[in-house]
Antibody
Framework: EVQLVESGGGLVQPGGSLRLSCAAS????????MDWVRQAPGKGLEWVGR??????????EYAASVKGRFTISRDDSKNSLYLQMNSLKTEDTAVYYC???????????WGQGTLVTVSS | DIQMTQSPSSLSASVGDRVTITCQAS??????LNWYQQKPGKAPKLLIY???NLETGVPSRFSGSGSGTDFTFTISSLQPEDIATYYC?????????FGPGTKVDIK
């Protein structure tokens, strides 16, 4: 059974940093692109970014709203995905989901999400 | 970036009704379009991929159609458990963009 479990969310002050983790199981993690998607309270879904697989050199892509502040990485030996968030803003407050991108297209599995609150 | 619109933004329908949601892309995305269902407090769930393919395990009352810029999502017979917000999402290019969502509830 495919499982994605996020952790690391919490309350952080504006300008602060936080690192989210996503533990994957039930599939060959190293084969897949992995993405982060977020959802602000009461709002819609916003794509944050992705890391490609080893075959594609682990390259990353980011939404304009987070580029230069957020960094996505992965550790295939630990079946884990990470999101390092720096220079956090109040508008980064959201539930953050990790999602498996099947063939880089559809998000066929999602984690349960972890809430990040940026507030003073 | 590609922009995605959905209509209506919300709807109320009776159990057993046919429900239709439309999604429009700001440019041709071929069939690179997915549909997700999100229930309150839960993660999104993939229902339809490549515009018209039903994800494994998803009830057949859900369907999708369209290509290019105009897409349709249909629930053939609305059930109480279908109460949720539905999102379209393009994957023709990056950034991946979701539609604003359509909230469906029971009349």
């Amino acid at each position: 059974e495919v499982q994605l479990v996020e952790s690391g969310g919490g309350l952080v002050q504006p300008g602060g940093s936080l690192r989210l983790s996503c533990a994957a199981s039930g599939f060959t993690f190293s084969d897949h692109y992995m993405d982060w998607v977020r959802q602000a309270p009461g709002k819609g879904l916003e794509w944050v970014g992705r890391t490609r697989n080893k075959a594609n050199s682990y390259t990353t892509e980011y939404a304009a709203s987070v580029k230069g502040r957020f960094t996505i990485s992965r550790d295939d030996s630990k079946n884990s995905l990470y999101l390092q968030m720096n220079s956090l803003k109040t508008e980064d407050t959201a539930v953050y989901y990790c999602a498996r991108a099947h063939n880089g297209g559809r998000f066929d599995y999602w984690g349960q999400g972890t809430l990040v609150t940026v507030s003073s | 970036d590609i922009q995605m619109t959905q209509s209506p933004s919300s709807l109320s329908a009776s159990v057993g009704d046919r429900v239709t949601i439309t999604c429009q892309a700001s440019q041709d995305i071929s069939n690179y379009l997915n549909w997700y269902q999100q229930k309150p407090g839960k993660a999104p769930k993939l229902l339809i991929y490549d515009a018209s393919n039903l994800e494994t395990g998803v009830p057949s009352r859900f369907s999708g159609s369209g290509s290019g810029t105009d897409f349709t999502f249909t629930i053939s017979s609305l059930q109480p458990e279908d109460i949720a917000t539905y999102y379209c999402q393009q994957y023709d290019n990056l950034p991946r963009v979701f539609g604003p969502g359509t909230k469906v509830d029971i009349k």
